[in-house]
Nanobody, 122 residues
Framework: QVQLVESGGGLVQAGGSLRLSCAAS????????MGWFRQAPGKEREFVAR????????SYGDSVKGRFTISRDNAKNTVYLQMNSLKPEDTAVYYC???????????????WGQGTQVTVSS
């Protein structure tokens, strides 16, 4: 069982930056691939970024490439999302999630945080 708690959300002007954190409970954090997702009102959940268990491999959604950076500190059981050059369309609730692996060819995320609100004003 893994519990995830996000923090760092808030209100920021367009062009600004925020860093989200996701703290995980348990001693098996390093065995999970970690991801960030977001969901805006009236829209489907969107993949933002993913980082491998050791941190050596990352991937990003097209809408955030070049602006967001995912990282992790396994000693602190924490994954981060550095968000730069924020745009109003980045406004959403941001969730972190932990994945134990791939099922049926698709990555399955087993645990989710409660989310943190990010609002970008124009």
């Amino acid at each position: 069982q893994v519990q995830l708690v996000e923090s760092g959300g808030g209100l920021v002007q367009a062009g600004g930056s925020l860093r989200l954190s996701c703290a995980a409970s348990g001693r098996t954090f390093s065995s999970y691939t970690m991801g960030w997702f977001r969901q805006a009102p009236g829209k489907e959940r969107e993949f933002v970024a993913r980082i491998s268990r050791g941190g050596g491999s990352t991937s990003y959604g097209d809408s955030v490439k070049g602006r967001f950076t995912i990282s992790r500190d396994n000693a602190k059981n924490t994954v981060y999302l550095q968000m730069n050059s924020l745009k109003p369309e980045d406004t959403a609730v941001y969730y972190c999630a932990a994945s134990a692996g791939v099922v049926g060819g698709e990555r399955r995320y087993d645990y989710w945080g409660q989310g943190t609100q990010v609002t970008v004003s124009s």
